[in-house]
């Protein structure tokens, strides 16, 4: 009892996981006490590999930045969607993943009942206010057995959880900074994506959001 009354009063108490799939969980604020580690981490990664515009198959710019950290880093250009141990812009590897990443998501998939859990991909979104990320599904990865972890940095945005079917109803979920996601199993294929991001300014990250998507890709 005391100690329900005592989180009330600290903004940085993770709250009670919330189920949103039989095998799809939220984690509130599960990555607040990591922040100070990962952001020099994204700092460094953003140096070598920054955030750029790929192009979709279709030829459109896609209006989210994003990089990637691992040994496999998820691309996009004309060719289609698919994951590349080279980043197409330095023609050098990827970023290693910082073992912060790598522990946190591991932690974060045994909570969500998904044991040794080992990311060697993450893909790094950065949304400005207005971008989106339409409904799809994560499909480029070899083994679906593998859960996905998502960490949300920065300003908050309204996620959308889907069926397995693009025109099934979506479901609503606010997340915010420190905010991590887990889904796999039988959620793993569910339709996804993030609704246009309110302007706003974030202590730490200004007017952004940055997503890191944690997957086992290989
Ligand atoms: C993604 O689906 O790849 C990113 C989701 C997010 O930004 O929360
Ligand atoms: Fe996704």
Known sequence: MMQTELDLFN?????????????????????L?????LLPELRQIIARAPFRHMLTPGGLNMAVGLTNCGALGWISDRRGYRYSPVDPLSQQPWPALPPAFIELAALAASAAGFADFRPD?????????????????????????????????????VFQFGGHARNESTRRIGLRHGDVMVWGGEDRLRFHGVLPLKPGSHPLLSGRRINLTLRKAG
């Not at 006490?33 to 580690?37: L, M, Q, R, Y």
């Not at 989106?132 to 057995?145: A, C, G, I, K, T």
């Not at 593998?146 to 920065?154: A, H, M, R, T």
Request: proline letters at 11%.
């Open 121 to 157: 991909a993450c893909l790094i979104n950065c949304y400005k206010p207005g971008n989106r990320l339409s409904l799809h599904q994560d499909r480029d990865e070899r083994d679906y057995s593998q859960p996905i972890v998502s960490v949300s940095l920065g300003l908050p945005a």
């Open 11 to 31: 903004p940085a108490s993770p709250a009670e996981p919330q189920w949103i799939g039989k095998q799809a969980v939220v984690l509130p604020g599960f990555a």
């Open 33 to 37: 006490a990591w922040v100070d580690v």
